[in-house]
C-alpha cells in the first residue's frame, strides 16, 4: 500500500511537470518581455516545456536582441531556425556587433523569415549605413515601425531604401541622424501621409522647409519629437496646428517659438503631453492660448522660461485642473507660487513636479 501511494503521488508529480508546469511557462513567457536568451534556456529545461513554448507561435514572433553582444551573428542563427519564421517583430537596440555585413547576410540566407516583420529596432547600432539599410529593407515589406536613433551613418540615401521598399511605415524614429537634411524629411512627407510617430531630435541640418513639408502632408501624426532643434521658427511652427490628432509634442530648445507660434499650437485640440522647456521667447500670452485650446492636457513642462508668471498657471487651473498629472515650473522665476503645496491647490491631481534634473 506504501509502494501504491508512493507510485502515484510521483505520479501526480509527472502529471505536474509534464502538462501544468509547460502551461505555467507559456502564460509567462506570453505576458513578459523575454529576451532570446531567456527563451533559449526556458527550452532546455524539459522536454514537455521545449515542447510546449515550440508550440506557441506568438512567443517566436518578437526577437528581442537588445544590449547583447555578438548580436548580429545571434541574429542570423535565429532567423535560420523554423520557429523564427514569421517574427513580426525584431528589437536591437543597444545591441553589439551589428554591421551591415550581417543585415546582407540576412537578406541572402533568411529573406522569407522577414517578410512578416512589422518592427524592427536599429537604436544606437552605430555601425549600421545607408548600405545595411538598403539590404535588411528590401526584405520587410510589411514593416511599420523603423527606429534607427543615434546613428551619423544614415542619411538622406538610407530614408530613400526605406521610403522605396517599406510602404506601411507609420512610426518612425531618426533621432540623432545628424546626415539627414530637408531632401530625406521631404520623402518622408511625400511617401508617408499616415505616419503616427515621428522622432526627429537633433536631425541639426533641418530647417523650416523641411519641417513644413512634413506638417502640410503628414496630418495623421499624433506623436512629434522636435526636442533640441534650435533652428526652426514661427514660419513652421505655425503648420503644427494641421495636426487635428496631434498628442505629443517635444519642443525642448525651441529658442525662436514665440507666442504668436504657441497660439497656432494651442489649435491641436487633442494635445496631452507638451514640452516647452527652455522656449525662452514664450510668455504668459502664449501658455494662456495652450490653456484655453488643449483641455486634455496631462503634461506640461515651462521649465526655465523666465517670462511665466502665475497668471498662466491660473488660467491652466480654470481648463486643465483635473487632467494635469505632471508640471515643471523649476527655473520659472516670474512664478512666485510654485511650491508643491501651491501646485497642487491649483491642480490636485499633480504627482510629478520635475521632469529635467
Not at 67 to 78: D, P, Q, T, V, W
Not at 86 to 99: G, H, S, T, W, Y
Not at 167 to 182: P, T
Amino acid at each position: 500500500m506504501e509502494e501504491h501511494g508512493s507510485t502515484e503521488s510521483e505520479s501526480k508529480e509527472d502529471i505536474w511537470c509534464r502538462e501544468t508546469v509547460p502551461k505555467v511557462f507559456k502564460l509567462v513567457c506570453c505576458t513578459l518581455p523575454l529576451s532570446h536568451i531567456d527563451l533559449v534556456s526556458l527550452l532546455l529545461l524539459s522536454p514537455s516545456l521545449h515542447r510546449t513554448l515550440l508550440s506557441c507561435q506568438p512567443l517566436w514572433e518578437n526577437l528581442n536582441l537588445r544590449e547583447l553582444k555578438n548580436a548580429g551573428n545571434r541574429l542570423i542563427a535565429a532567423l535560420s531556425l523554423p520557429r523564427y519564421r514569421n517574427v513580426k517583430q525584431i528589437n536591437l537596440e543597444f545591441a553589439r556587433d551589428v554591421e551591415d555585413t550581417h543585415l546582407i547576410l540576412l537578406k541572402d540566407k533568411c529573406f522569407n523569415s522577414l517578410q512578416s516583420l512589422e518592427s524592427l529596432n536599429l537604436n544606437c547600432c552605430q555601425k549600421i549605413s545607408d548600405t545595411g539599410i538598403e539590404a535588411i529593407s528590401s526584405c520587410c515589406p510589411r514593416l511599420k515601425s523603423f527606429l534607427i536613433y543615434w546613428n551619423v551613418r544614415v542619411t538622406n540615401r538610407g530614408l530613400q531604401y526605406i521610403v522605396k521598399n517599406c510602404k506601411h511605415i507609420v512610426d518612425l524614429n531618426i533621432s540623432g541622424c545628424k546626415n539627414i537634411s530637408d531632401q530625406g524629411v521631404q520623402l518622408v512627407a511625400d511617401n508617408y501621409p499616415e505616419l503616427e510617430s515621428l522622432n526627429l531630435t537633433r536631425c541639426v541640418k533641418l530647417t523650416d522647409d523641411g519641417l513644413k513639408s512634413l506638417l502640410q502632408k503628414c496630418f495623421f501624426l499624433q506623436h512629434l519629437n522636435l526636442y533640441a532643434l534650435s533652428s526652426f521658427t514661427d514660419e513652421a511652427y505655425r503648420n503644427i496646428c494641421l495636426l487635428s490628432r496631434l498628442k505629443f509634442l517635444d519642443l525642448c530648445g525651441a529658442q525662436n517659438l514665440s507666442d504668436e507660434g504657441l497660439s497656432c499650437i494651442s489649435k491641436c485640440k487633442n494635445l496631452e503631453s507638451l514640452n516647452l522647456t527652455w522656449c525662452v521667447r514664450v510668455t504668459d500670452e502664449g501658455v494662456i492660448s495652450i490653456a484655453k485650446g488643449c483641455a486634455s492636457l496631462q503634461f506640461l513642462s515651462l521649465f526655465g522660461i523666465v517670462g511665466v508668471t502665475d497668471k498662466c498657471l491660473e488660467a491652466l487651473s480654470k481648463s486643465c485642473s483635473n487632467k494635469i498629472t505632471t508640471l515643471d515650473v523649476n527655473g520659472c522665476i516670474g512664478i512666485k507660487k510654485r511650491s508643491r503645496e501651491d501646485l497642487l491647490q491649483l491642480f490636485p491631481y499633480l504627482q510629478c513636479y520635475k521632469v529635467h534634473s
